[in-house]
């Protein structure tokens, strides 16, 4: 019966609904067919205004401006159109008005009971309103509209009827709700009818639909319905005997599953545990069993906090509230977790606990509980190989990037060419190497008793300048040498401080030859025990590359000192002299300065060597050598020109001053007198010759032609003497000549 109540009650519903639209429908219409009779005044009153408004070329004064003009156009206006016509100035005073009503012409207008009249005229926008007069049996409905001059302001207002449009829209509003009531009667009607005839089939129908599921819901699987209409009710009643047939046949095919199913659960690898509404538990498999520790018969029927005692992954038990089981029954909603499963023997095991709500009306959940041990186990390795892995690379990098400075280090010092240039690379290079580390390089002296500073880098200075090779254990035992907070290790005499700090001392060694040392300092060593280990290969490949390129360096220094010197004497020889002296000439040249040149000869030198043999004329050339030295300035060059002669180059030298010191060095090599081998050698004397540019020669070549020109002149003069300033060379002297005719 409710099915029918609710069908008469839809239809009833069709039909209040049709006289619902058809009331708004009414409503809607009465309010546009105002909007529009207001507005259809509106537009009347506007053309009103302005033609009361409008001047014309050959009237000055408009309408408005005219008394009797304006009651005429009223006048005019209301027998053509039978509305109310009402003109009013600024002050709402009446000007003109319709016939049997010129009384009121003069008076102010009162009959808007809001002051439309007088707003309208203060906005200049139009407004409608009903006339308050009690004098008239109906209301008359007005539109008040502006009227404007020419500038545009509001002079006055018209006041136009429009009630005989209201009530034309009236009745026919009247026409359309009598009609819709009528529709909406006949409506209801239809409805009552179609209500009755559909009660009437349906509860045929229904009848015996209900009987076939109340069978069929008491588990009568063989309950027919048998209705062979051609109506809906006959479908439902064959797909119902149909779905009778299957449903009898389908129970076989249920009970065969369920015992599938069974063993499916009892075989799984995972635990299943069924817990119902209240909590407890109904039933486990095996593996459920054997992942909590328990026989089934010790779980089954047991309220499940007393069996599984859930944890987080810190091994802290989890509230019930906050636990996976416990939201799940409580919210019915899945819920799945990571946790830990603590075991009566005290052990825990790490499990996947998804709680999957029953679709019943008591609640009740499914927990399957996946053992993940072997899994986090292999996770654990993974990612302590990940890590090796990681720290591999990462050290993998470092080396790369330390041996790529290193061979940049070491392209840098080769191309160095002298010690400067290295160390200076050094102090630059070194912070690369050992960021927030500070530190120096020594060197051993050649006299190798003092050990000297050369580089440094970084904000502390651990160690003095200076130093004799002793103060360093490094240098002592050959080998590095580390110190610091907490080691037995005897601290380097050169070290300026004994508190916390900790350093290193790596001796620099290359081909045989040890040549200084690296110091590092760790000013925070207590703090940083493994500041030296994590540093150990690369500072041994710095060590190793610097060593190296100083002794190459050396080498290079001293092919180019054996290149350039005289190995008896120590000073340069004729290549240095031409090389140096030609670059001096073009400099001095430039500044437009004076150079001067001194050639000397030893006088009898060959009977040194035949009476006293090469040792003592090797003695002789040393003490020449050692005079020149001494009398040399700074930008002097002293060089042993071939066998007993000697040259002396001096930049910014008159001719003059150059014959006064060759005469000084002239005395100084006759002072002292030699002994070889307790045999007196006697006094020594040497000739000089002088020239000087640009006096006497603008090329190199000149002025050692005019210098030797001036040296054998002071042979053949008696030797022991100084010639200066010869002219130039006649063009048929010959140097080889001059020599053969000297002794």
């Given at each position: 019966?409710?099915?029918?109540?609710?069908?008469?009650?839809?239809?009833?519903?069709?039909?209040?609904?049709?006289?619902?639209?058809?009331?708004?429908?009414?409503?809607?219409?009465?309010?546009?067919?105002?909007?529009?009779?207001?507005?259809?005044?509106?537009?009347?009153?506007?053309?009103?205004?302005?033609?009361?408004?409008?001047?014309?070329?050959?009237?000055?004064?408009?309408?408005?401006?005219?008394?009797?003009?304006?009651?005429?156009?009223?006048?005019?206006?209301?027998?053509?159109?039978?509305?109310?016509?009402?003109?009013?100035?600024?002050?709402?005073?009446?000007?003109?008005?319709?016939?049997?009503?010129?009384?009121?012409?003069?008076?102010?207008?009162?009959?808007?009971?809001?002051?439309?009249?007088?707003?309208?005229?203060?906005?200049?926008?139009?407004?409608?309103?009903?006339?308050?007069?009690?004098?008239?049996?109906?209301?008359?409905?007005?539109?008040?509209?502006?009227?404007?001059?020419?500038?545009?302001?509001?002079?006055?207002?018209?006041?136009?009827?429009?009630?005989?449009?209201?009530?034309?829209?009236?009745?026919?509003?009247?026409?359309?709700?009598?009609?819709?009531?009528?529709?909406?009667?006949?409506?209801?009607?239809?409805?009552?009818?179609?209500?009755?005839?559909?009660?009437?089939?349906?509860?045929?129908?229904?009848?015996?639909?209900?009987?076939?599921?109340?069978?069929?819901?008491?588990?009568?699987?063989?309950?027919?319905?048998?209705?062979?209409?051609?109506?809906?009710?006959?479908?439902?009643?064959?797909?119902?005997?149909?779905?009778?047939?299957?449903?009898?046949?389908?129970?076989?095919?249920?009970?065969?599953?369920?015992?599938?199913?069974?063993?499916?659960?009892?075989?799984?690898?995972?635990?299943?545990?069924?817990?119902?509404?209240?909590?407890?538990?109904?039933?486990?498999?095996?593996?459920?069993?054997?992942?909590?520790?328990?026989?089934?018969?010790?779980?089954?029927?047991?309220?499940?906090?007393?069996?599984?005692?859930?944890?987080?992954?810190?091994?802290?038990?989890?509230?019930?509230?906050?636990?996976?089981?416990?939201?799940?029954?409580?919210?019915?909603?899945?819920?799945?977790?990571?946790?830990?499963?603590?075991?009566?023997?005290?052990?825990?095991?790490?499990?996947?606990?998804?709680?999957?709500?029953?679709?019943?009306?008591?609640?009740?959940?499914?927990?399957?509980?996946?053992?993940?041990?072997?899994?986090?186990?292999?996770?654990?390795?993974?990612?302590?190989?990940?890590?090796?892995?990681?720290?591999?690379?990462?050290?993998?990098?470092?080396?790369?990037?330390?041996?790529?400075?290193?061979?940049?280090?070491?392209?840098?010092?080769?191309?160095?060419?002298?010690?400067?240039?290295?160390?200076?690379?050094?102090?630059?290079?070194?912070?690369?190497?050992?960021?927030?580390?500070?530190?120096?390089?020594h060197l051993t002296s050649a006299s190798r008793n003092l050990v000297e500073e050369m580089a440094h880098w970084g904000t502390v200075r651990s160690s003095v300048g200076q130093f004799a090779p002793e103060d360093c254990w490094a240098l002592r035992r050959g080998q590095e040498h580390v110190a610091?907070?907490?080691?037995?290790?005897?601290?380097?005499?050169?070290?300026?401080?004994?508190?916390?700090?900790?350093?290193?001392?790596?001796?620099?060694?290359?081909?045989?030859?040890?040549?200084?040392?690296?110091?590092?300092?760790?000013?925070?060593?207590?703090?940083?025990?493994?500041?030296?280990?994590?540093?150990?290969?690369?500072?041994?490949?710095?060590?190793?590359?610097l060593a190296l390129a100083l002794a190459n360096l050396g080498l290079r220094e001293t092919l180019r000192q054996q290149s350039i010197r005289d190995p008896n004497t120590g000073l340069y020889n004729r290549r240095y002299l031409e090389e140096t002296s030609s670059r001096e000439l073009r400099r001095?040249?430039?500044?437009?300065?004076?150079?001067?040149?001194?050639?000397?000869?030893?006088?009898?030198?060959?009977?040194?060597?035949?009476?006293?043999?090469?040792?003592?004329?090797?003695?002789?050339?040393?003490?020449?050598?050692?005079?020149?030295?001494?009398?040399?300035?700074e930008s002097d060059v002293v060089s042993r020109y071939g066998g007993e002669e000697f040259a002396l180059m001096m930049p910014g030298t008159s001719l003059a001053d150059a014959a006064e010191r060759a005469e000084a060095l002239r005395k100084a090599i006759k002072q002292p007198h030699l002994a070889?081998?307790?045999?007196?050698?006697?006094?020594?004397?040497?000739?000089?010759?002088?020239?000087?540019?640009?006096?006497?020669?603008?090329?190199?070549?000149?002025?050692?032609?005019?210098?030797?020109?001036?040296?054998?002149?002071?042979?053949?003069?008696?030797?022991?003497?100084?010639?200066?300033?010869?002219?130039?060379?006649?063009?048929?002297?010959?140097?080889?000549?001059?020599?053969?005719?000297?002794?």
């Open positions: 019966m409710r099915i029918k109540t609710q069908i008469v009650a839809t239809l009833l519903s069709a039909a209040a609904l049709i006289g619902l639209v058809g009331g708004i429908a009414i409503i809607s219409q009465m309010s546009l067919t105002r909007s529009a009779a207001v507005a259809e005044a509106t537009g009347v009153g506007r053309q009103l205004a302005d033609a009361i408004a409008f001047k014309t070329s050959d009237a000055p004064h408009s309408l408005f401006e005219r008394a009797d003009a304006l009651r005429e156009f009223v006048k005019s206006q209301h027998s053509d159109s039978k509305r109310d016509l009402v003109v009013v100035n600024h002050d709402k005073v009446i000007l003109a008005d319709v016939p049997g009503e010129e009384k009121n012409v003069g008076t102010p207008y009162r009959h808007d009971p809001d002051n439309e009249v007088g707003r309208t005229i203060e906005s200049g926008a139009p407004r409608d309103f009903i006339e308050d007069s009690g004098d008239v049996a109906e209301p008359i409905n007005l539109v008040a509209v502006p009227i404007k001059d020419a500038p545009g302001k509001t002079v006055g207002a018209v006041l136009f009827e429009y009630t005989p449009l209201l009530h034309a829209a009236q009745q026919r509003t009247n026409s359309m709700l009598w009609l819709i009531g009528l529709c909406t009667a006949a409506a209801v009607l239809i409805s009552a009818l179609s209500a009755f005839l559909l009660l009437r089939g349906f509860g045929a129908g229904l009848s015996g639909l209900n009987r076939g599921i109340e069978s069929l819901a008491r588990g009568d699987a063989g309950a027919r319905i048998g209705l062979t209409s051609n109506d809906e009710f006959g479908q439902l009643s064959r797909a119902f005997d149909s779905m009778a047939s299957e449903l009898e046949s389908s129970r076989g095919q249920l009970v065969e599953q369920k015992a599938y199913i069974e063993d499916i659960v009892r075989t799984v690898a995972e635990g299943i545990v069924v817990i119902d509404g209240n909590g407890q538990i109904v039933s486990v498999n095996p593996a459920a069993a054997e992942i909590v520790g328990r026989r089934n018969d010790k779980i089954e029927g047991q309220d499940w906090p007393s069996v599984l005692d859930i944890r987080g992954l810190s091994g802290d038990r989890l509230a019930q509230a906050t636990s996976p089981i416990g939201l799940a029954l409580t919210t019915g909603r899945r819920h799945q977790a990571e946790v830990r499963l603590a075991k009566p023997d005290g052990s825990s095991l790490p499990v996947i606990a998804s709680c999957n709500p029953l679709n019943r009306s008591d609640g009740g959940i499914v927990l399957t509980l996946n053992d993940i041990s072997e899994l986090r186990s292999a996770e654990r390795a993974v990612s302590d190989r990940a890590e090796e892995l990681a720290t591999l690379n990462r050290e993998l990098k470092e080396t790369s990037q330390a041996t790529t400075r290193l061979v940049k280090l070491g392209e840098l010092l080769q191309a160095c060419v002298t010690f400067q240039e290295a160390f200076s690379v050094v102090g630059s290079a070194m912070p690369d190497f050992f960021g927030g580390l500070s530190g120096t390089v610091g907070p907490g080691m037995l290790t005897p601290r380097c005499n050169h070290i300026t401080e004994n508190g916390g700090r900790g350093y290193v001392c790596m001796p620099l060694a290359a081909q045989g030859e040890t040549l200084g040392i690296v110091h590092l300092c760790e000013p925070d060593a207590a703090d940083r025990p493994g500041w030296l280990t994590e540093r150990q290969q690369i500072l041994r490949g710095v060590v190793d590359t001095m040249e430039r500044s437009e300065q004076p150079l001067a040149m001194i050639m000397l000869d030893v006088d009898h030198f060959k009977q040194f060597n035949d009476t006293f043999g090469h040792e003592a004329g090797d003695l002789v050339l040393k003490q020449v050598a050692s005079t020149l030295l001494d009398h040399a300035r070889h081998r307790g045999r007196t050698l006697g006094t020594i004397t040497a000739s000089f010759g002088v020239s000087a540019f640009p006096e006497l020669g603008a090329s190199w070549v000149e002025i050692v032609n005019a210098a030797d020109r001036s040296l054998y002149q002071a042979k053949a003069d008696g030797r022991d003497r100084v010639v200066a300033g010869l002219g130039r060379a006649d063009p048929n002297w010959d140097l080889s000549t001059a020599s053969q005719s000297v002794g």
